[in-house]
């Protein structure tokens, strides 16, 4: 394993370990929530769906419609702050 | 600005910036999946479009946004500017100011001087001895009850009931009367 990998390796296990990873994820749903994102991306599986069929939708179907504009829609700011915390936890833990 | 804020800057850092945005877009996957399964599952269930029913209905209970109404369509402040007649002084008095006017004006209220308006009103029509019942104003408080502030029935009350003054010299003598009596019988042998 390259030195990179190990390193890799070491802080997701970190992540996990200290619970940040669990804390990461509920405050992306919240703060993605409070901005609108979730009800933007619903409205936009509401016409994937009607497109698709109500009875033939998939998962797949929606990951595939769905993940991508999801990605690009995160405001700024919400992404800004998660970065800044991702960060906060590496000077703290890495090297 | 911050340390956190910047990205990292190095060779070794850069590795780590990009670890960073590979986090992120972990986290950002994992959202987008939570919300395909969210409502995947509500498709499936069938309870994904429940907010919406035929065209007819929805129009019907729209939210309403103008000024002056509610979300309902009801005006709400309609009886802000109406004015209510007094009952006892026949005045016509704004309907915000309506409670606090009765308050003072029946001698009802917390600051309304009740006693001292009763006062005024018995040293102008009877002799002293009448004021002298005024103690048990405050102790027979009964703000909610408005037949028994009337005068009349007052007076007659007051010679009716014992005054709580002497209802509970009567009780705290009882008391210390038993507890001698008690405490004295425990010296007896039976």
Partial sequence: MSRE????????????????????????????TECGWKDQMKAHCKEVIKDKGLEHITVEDLVVEITPKGRALVPDSVKKE??????AFLAQHAT | ????????????????????????????????LGLCFEV????????????????ESMKEFEIVD???????GQVYNQWKNKECECPNCKRLIAA?????????????GRNSSRIANRRLASNNNMSKSESDQEDNDDLNDNDWSYGA????????S?????????????????QIFLFIHFSCGENVDH
Avoid: W
């Fill in chain 2, 1 to 32: 600005m911050k340390m956190e804020d910047m990205p990292l800057s190095g060779p070794d850092n850069t590795k780590l910036e990009a670890l960073v945005h590979d986090i992120y877009s972990e986290l950002v996957e994992d959202a987008c």
């Fill in chain 1, 82 to 87: 998660l970065l800044q915390r991702i960060r």
């Fill in chain 1, 5 to 32: 990998s190990r390193m890799r390796a070491t802080i997701n296990q970190r992540l996990t370990e200290k619970g940040e990873r669990e804390r990461l994820k509920e405050l992306l749903r919240v703060k993605l």
């Fill in chain 2, 149 to 156: 502030e009337k005068k009349a029935k007052k007076r007659k």
């Fill in chain 2, 96 to 108: 915000s100011r309506f409670a606090p006017h009765l308050e003072k004006c029946l001698g009802m």
């Fill in chain 2, 40 to 55: 995947h599952r509500a498709v499936k269930q069938g309870y994904f479009f429940l907010d919406e029913t035929d065209q």
């Fill in chain 2, 66 to 72: 103008q000024p002056g109404v509610d979300i309902f």
């Fill in chain 2, 158 to 174: 007051d010679k009716v009931f014992l005054h709580f003054k002497q209802l509970s010299f009567i009780h705290l003598s009882l």
